[in-house]
């Protein structure tokens, strides 16, 4: 029998400590965190009981170690797998917000069709552009082949679908995850439109 | 002629009747190459379908195709024994002398080439067909010859004779392979016995089903004779069932290519004890090459007397069909060899019914393996006590096994039920053995550890496949290839078989790439346990089994592999970015993805 | 004597008329099975399986088994939803369902039954396959994207109108669809009309009206107002 297993049981809960939580929207339009802004008021209470790491609220511009990172959007792009592998290293756990994240959602419409296809039409043959080329600026990130929802690359810990998601679904997910419970949605909150 | 003529003859031939959709489709694609949309519409009001519904069949089958896929359709058996003795290699020979991508048609419309699931010559392997037709033993010499033969457009009628040739390769014959009985002598004494008799003989001998299963022959047989027949023109039917698709089996080929009278034999006497007027013999299109010695063979019964009307001399009317499948390992399973019987695709039934009382168009039907039928002319002529003396308690008779691999020499042994798996290793010549698949890949794998156990249906029930493999072989590569066979051939009916083997497919590559890790490996083991209880048929059933075994039995093989004991991307990242590299001619650092991020770095 | 058989689901006894279902006798009674390819209206398909059960212990279609008398019928178990939510996820990967844009949402019983079994999310890698859709039809759209395999418009069309505008075909998960009933595999080119059954039967979003999309506000849709687990008794 090993030491730790004879250490004193301490049943009570751990004391209070804000949660550190990270968001960001990758291939997203940022829906999702509007609709996190719509938990109005108990956005207060949020605050009593978590800071904000990066986050287009903080605008802190990388993630440090924290409880939880929110990922809204899929990957339509380098910088996105970038972005979400950097939250995947930092954050304990991982919340994958709305369709996109889901299962790459709008962005990933573009899926049947052949990328460099894509790219041709849009920068070079389709009647009313600049016809400059296809950009190609080592700062701006390539785009992928596909779309890809973020569970693909990165182990996601828990999911809330919806397009957005409703703010009371979200804010039940929250308080679900700060007071240690398994979230759940009832009939009503969980939609994936 | 003109191609309306073309169709037009074949439809006559066949009374314009659906039920006979498959060789209507079959014998038009043999003339026209393809079957085009015209073609189909043609084919629909003739047979007075609904045109989609003749659609849903021709696409349904690998060797129909409603798209033009060259004048010489050449297709590589892609069984692992195949693979093991280098088919890859020459096909990528092959598709390079023709300036070819595999499952591409080339520009003049000539030429494809692409695999097929296993054709049944596994003994004498890489095997390919050319335009359905079986070519056997093949080497870079007769891959370069065959090029020059296409390229010179040669009709497939002209090439060596000697390409086509199948060798029965029998190594062992036991009581059923030297049976030393002439044509209508087992026939004679079941109608001597009349049927009551004759069945209850079968009952007696304990003659259960050589495809596997082990049903008891007799059951079903009296079982299909007390159903009654339906409806206005009511009838019993009997089916041999001789879609030998299971990789790595090859008996039926051996017994259909020599032992044809003893196998049509069969089908009469199970016709006479069920109180059927006509047999249907379901061959696979693989096997297409036997068709015409068979229908020599068959025309020799009637001319002797053995088929037709008031057999030898008696009041029992019966004669045998022939229908040929296309490329569908899911027609082995009986009630969708029946729905294919019917020109439908072959989709498995709801059971019950069961064929016995509910199976072609509807009637009382009993589906036989083949050797199942040749068995039943040994108890006709000898009686059960006779067949009862060889076996095991409870599996009379004999058992043939096809063996192919690593092993001396692979081909067809018979031996007694009883046997152990040690001793068919030992007399076919396999040493440094690390594995036996039993049964092809919906079958067992059996470690070293296991070689002492029994063919037998108390111990080992086997339609007779063993693969062989030794030490240096990858057990995982072997798994892979059969997750990749299932995947081809789920029929697509029910979700966890159709989306399951797809996804298994998937995750094995995925591993075989070197980027999986252990969350894969339960992922594999999850779809296994959904798909084993939730399939509607025995493929979605089994067709985990072999990735099972393996990760039971050669864990490693899977492990080293794997990238890391973290979660992995499903996709190559770095080759995610390839299309838009290539349009914007970026190379940069900022133009790439590291596949795999080193622990605590920075992204 | 004519006392009423019964067997149990989940422990409550469900009385059967001799040749039903387990899936009908449960319907009848108001019980819900999770399904997606059956129909009261029409025999079982079969083969979407997210009405598995365990009866007595080993599994089956409780669509296609019937009812007997005494047998003891495992049905909303954590093991039984988990390989449903499973299935479920199966059929979502297979295909694109992008529910967002699909005038079908609220309506769908896809949707309803992956809400029923709490489907947080697709779980498997998507295979964003290339679908067809077909417009050529004056008052119907066909989108095959969203296309669940179950039938229920192949039998519809054949048993109900008469016309056998759709049939079954292909093989395996990228060959598998539905063929429609004409030389150019245009529904246009058919005489199928919005009428028809098979027009109203698809519990997807690929068989949809033309100009009638989103006509019910979100939160007065048909599984806005109740789970689906709610609504079998309405059926009855």
């Known amino acids: 029998m090993t030491t730790a297993m004879n250490a004193p049981v301490n049943l009570a809960a751990p004391p209070p400590r804000k949660l550190r939580v990270a968001t960001t929207s990758l291939a997203g339009c940022f829906g999702c965190h509007m609709s996190l802004l719509d938990i109005d008021e108990r956005i207060l209470t949020l605050l009593d009981l978590v800071e904000f790491d990066r986050s287009p609220i903080t605008d802190i511009k990388h993630c440090g170690p924290c409880d939880l990172g929110i990922i809204e959007g899929g990957l339509c792009n380098a910088e996105n797998v970038h972005v979400l592998r950097e939250f995947r290293n930092h954050c304990k756990i991982i919340l994958a917000l709305g369709a996109c994240a889901i299962n790459g959602g709008l962005p990933a419409q573009r899926n049947h069709l052949d990328l460099r296809d894509v790219l041709e039409e849009v920068y070079q043959t389709e009647v009313g552009l600049s016809h400059g080329g296809i950009p190609n600026d080592p700062e701006l990130p390539l785009p992928l082949n596909k779309v890809h929802p973020i569970h693909e690359v990165v182990k996601v810990d828990y999911f809330l679908p919806g397009c957005p998601p409703p703010a009371d679904a979200i804010w039940k997910l929250l308080t679900d995850l700060l007071a240690g419970r398994t979230p759940t949605l009832g009939h009503g909150l969980m939609h994936y439109d | ?603 | ?236």
Request: with cysteine; charged share 20%.
């Open chain 2, 1 to 603: 002629m003109s191609d309306t003529d073309t169709i037009d003859a074949v439809l006559d031939r066949h009374r314009r009747d659906g039920t006979r959709l498959m060789q209507i489709l079959r014998e038009t694609q043999e003339q026209l190459g393809w079957l085009a949309p015209a073609t189909l519409t043609r084919i629909a009001e003739a047979v007075a379908w609904p045109r989609a519904k003749v659609e849903g069949t021709a696409d349904f089958y690998s060797f129909f195709h409603t798209r033009p896929l060259g004048r010489y359709r050449v297709l590589w058996s892609d069984n692992i024994t195949d693979r093991m003795l280098g088919n890859i290699d020459l096909m990528d020979a092959m598709c390079k002398k023709l300036w070819l991508e595999p499952g591409r048609v080339s520009e003049d419309g000539l030429v494809s080439v692409d695999t097929t699931s296993c054709t049944g010559m596994c003994d004498q392997g890489p095997a390919l067909l050319v335009n359905y037709r079986a070519i056997t033993r093949l080497t870079p010499a007769r891959v370069g010859e065959m090029v020059g033969l296409i390229r010179s457009e040669t009709p497939v009628a002209d090439w060596p004779a000697e390409w086509f040739a199948v060798e029965d390769n029998i190594r062992r014959k036991d009581i059923l392979l030297g049976h030393g009985l002439v044509p209508g002598e087992a026939l004679a004494a079941a109608l001597e016995r009349g049927p009551e008799k004759m069945l209850a003989e079968i009952k007696a001998a304990g003659l259960r089903g050589r495809g596997g299963a082990g049903f008891g022959t007799g059951l079903k047989w009296k079982a299909c004779r007390n159903a009654p027949g339906q409806g206005d023109n009511p009838a019993h039917y009997v089916v041999c069932n001789a879609d030998e698709g299971e990789p790595g089996t090859f008996k039926d080929r051996v017994l259909l290519s020599s032992y044809a009278d003893l196998v049509f034999e069969g089908i009469s006497i199970a016709g006479l004890v069920v109180g059927a007027r006509k047999g249907l013999l379901y061959l696979r299109g693989e096997y297409r090459y036997l068709l015409e010695g068979l229908e020599s063979a068959l025309a020799a019964r009637r001319q002797a007397g053995l088929l037709g009307a008031n057999i030898l001399g008696t009041a029992f009317d019966f004669d045998i069909e022939i229908h040929l499948g296309a490329g569908a390992y899911i027609c082995g399973e009986e009630s969708a060899l029946i729905e294919s019987l019917e020109g439908k695709p072959g989709r498995p039934r709801i059971r019950p019914p069961f064929p016995v009382t509910q199976g072609y168009l509807g009637q009382p039907t009993t589906v036989n393996n083949v050797e199942t039928l040749a068995a039943s002319c040994l108890i006709a002529s000898h009686g059960s006590a006779w067949y009862l003396a060889h076996g095991t308690g409870k599996s009379a008779g004999s058992k043939i096994l096809s063996i192919s691999g690593d092993c001396e020499r692979p081909g067809i042994y018979e031996y007694p039920y009883g046997v152990t798996v040690r001793q068919v290793l030992a007399d076919c010549g396999a040493t440094q053995c690390q594995a036996v698949q039993v049964s092809g890949p919906s079958g067992i794998c059996l470690a070293e550890e296991e070689f002492g156990r029994r063919i037998a249906f108390e111990d080992i029930p086997t339609a007779g496949a063993l693969m062989v493999f030794d030490e240096s072989r990858d057990m995982f590569e072997v798994a892979r290839n059969f997750a990749h066979f299932f995947a081809h051939e789920s029929c697509g009916f029910c979700t966890p078989c159709r989306v399951g083997t797809t996804l298994v497919r998937n995750l094995m590559d995925k591993i075989a790439r070197q980027h999986g890790s252990p969350y894969d490996i339960n992922e594999l083991f999850k779809l296994h346990r959904l798909m084993q209880g939730a399939s509607h048929c025995g493929l979605g059933n089994s067709a985990c089994n072999p990735v099972f075994d393996t990760l039971n039995k050669f864990r490693p093989a899977y492990e080293r592999r794997l990238m890391s004991l973290d979660y992995e991307p499903a996709f190559d990242l770095d080759a995610a970015l390839s299309q838009a590299r290539q349009m914007t001619g970026r190379d940069d650092v900022g133009a790439h993805l590291s596949t795999h991020l080193p622990n605590g770095a920075e992204a």
């Open chain 3, 1 to 236: 004597m004519n006392e009423t058989q019964t067997f149990q689901l989940d422990g409550e006894d469900i009385p059967f008329a001799p040749g039903q279902s387990i899936m009908q006798a449960a319907t009848a009674h108001g019980a819900y099975i999770p399904h997606l390819c059956w129909h009261p209206d029409f025999a079982a398909h079969g083969s979407c399986k997210l009405c598995t059960v365990k009866v007595n212990g080993r599994f089956g279609s409780s669509c296609t088994m019937a009812a007997q008398a005494g047998m003891s019928v495992e049905n909303r178990t954590a093991e039984l939803d988990d390989k449903r939510r499973t299935l479920l996820q199966m059929l979502f990967v297979e295909g694109n369902h992008f529910c967002p844009s699909c005038e079908k949402s609220g309506n769908c019983a896809l949707q309803a039954t992956a809400y029923e079994l709490k489907m947080m999310s697709p779980h498997f890698d998507m295979f964003y396959p290339d679908r067809p859709v077909d417009a050529s039809h004056p008052d119907v759209l066909l989108d095959f994207n969203r296309c669940i395999m179950c039938s229920l418009c192949v039998t519809a069309s054949a048993e109900v109108d008469g016309k056998n505008i759709f049939y079954m075909g292909g093989r395996g998960l990228l060959g598998r669809r539905v063929h429609v009933s004409s030389e150019s595999g245009r529904l246009g080119d058919t005489n199928f009309a919005l009428s028809d059954r098979a027009a109203s039967i698809c519990p997807v979003g690929v068989i949809l009206p033309k100009r009638r999309g989103f006509a019910v506000p979100i939160g007065e849709r048909k599984y806005d107002k109740a789970p689906i687990s709610a609504q079998v008794k309405e059926r009855v």
